[in-house]
Nanobody, 125 residues
Framework: QVQLVESGGGLVQAGGSLRLSCAASGRTFSNNAMGWFRQAPGKEREFVAVISRSNRSTYYADSVKGRFTISRDNAKNTVYLQMNSLKPEDTAVYYC??????????????????WGQGTQVTVSS
């Protein structure tokens, strides 16, 4: 079992930055690929970014590529999402997720076993 707790959300103006954190407890953090997803009002949850358990591979949704950076600190059992040049369309609840499937990177929700409760990010225009 893995417990995930996100933090760092808030209200920011367009063009600003936020850094989300996701602290993990339970099973060995380094065995899991870690992903970020988001859900805007009235929309389905969508993939944002993923980092492999080895920390060697990352992958981003086209909508955030070049603006967001995912990273992890296995010593602190924490994954981060640095969000720069934020846009109003980035407004959503952001979820951290863990996948114990293996060494690859995963972009589908069904490939993730554990989820956090979410943190709200609101970008004003």
């Amino acid at each position: 079992q893995v417990q995930l707790v996100e933090s760092g959300g808030g209200l920011v103006q367009a063009g600003g930055s936020l850094r989300l954190s996701c602290a993990a407890s339970g099973r060995t953090f380094s065995n899991n690929a870690m992903g970020w997803f988001r859900q805007a009002p009235g929309k389905e949850r969508e993939f944002v970014a993923v980092i492999s358990r080895s920390n060697r591979s990352t992958y981003y949704a086209d909508s955030v590529k070049g603006r967001f950076t995912i990273s992890r600190d296995n010593a602190k059992n924490t994954v981060y999402l640095q969000m720069n040049s934020l846009k109003p369309e980035d407004t959503a609840v952001y979820y951290c997720a863990a996948s114990s499937r293996g060494s690859a990177i995963y972009i589908s929700e069904i490939q993730y076993d554990y989820w956090g409760q979410g943190t709200q990010v609101t970008v004003s225009s």
